[in-house]
């Protein structure tokens, strides 16, 4: 009989960057356009639930109700920390900015749920649940979500 030998794992080392357009339907249209053309930022207001979205979606994550157009609002600017945490190293898909990066889930005045962002323009340390933002917004917009370039203290 014959033996057979026991290979150890192979492990490859390996990052991948995946680039790509994709379809945002028309409520996240509309989201990227005010961000756009505006510095606005819009939410969609559920007629069942009444719970603000954000960014807005043609369906309530809550009760599953469809959203239309005519359920967008202004929401924000300003808005509060509700999670965050810090990364000490860079990777491609980071946004361009220097590690350590903090990323915060944020709560916009007005909007019953929060969304990921950068926050700046402050010391890492200083950061805290609860601490009020807004947004800064970059110079040439292009409609996408790093049209805000990150929230900084209020």
């Known amino acids: ?50 719970k603000v979205l954000w960014p807005p979606r043609e369906t309530c994550g809550r009760c599953f109700s469809l959203l239309t157009e005519d359920d967008l609002v202004k929401i924000g600017p300003g808005g509060s920390v509700v999670s965050f945490t810090r990364v000490h190293y860079s990777e491609p898909i980071h946004p361009d900015v220097d590690a350590p990066l903090v990323y915060a889930v944020i709560q916009l005045d007005g909007a019953d749920s929060g969304m990921t962002h950068l926050i700046g323009g402050v010391d890492p340390d200083q950061i805290e649940i609860g601490m009020r933002v807004t947004p800064v917004f970059i110079e040439n917009r292009n409609g996408n979500i790093l049209d805000i370039v990150y929230f900084k203290p209020e």
């Open 1 to 50: 009989m014959e033996s057979k030998s026991v290979q150890a794992p192979f492990e490859v080392d390996q990052h991948i960057t995946a680039h790509s357009n994709y379809f945002a339907g028309k409520m996240g249209s509309k989201f990227y356009i005010a961000l756009r053309d505006s510095k606005e930022i819009l939410g969609v207001r559920c007629k069942t639930c009444s």
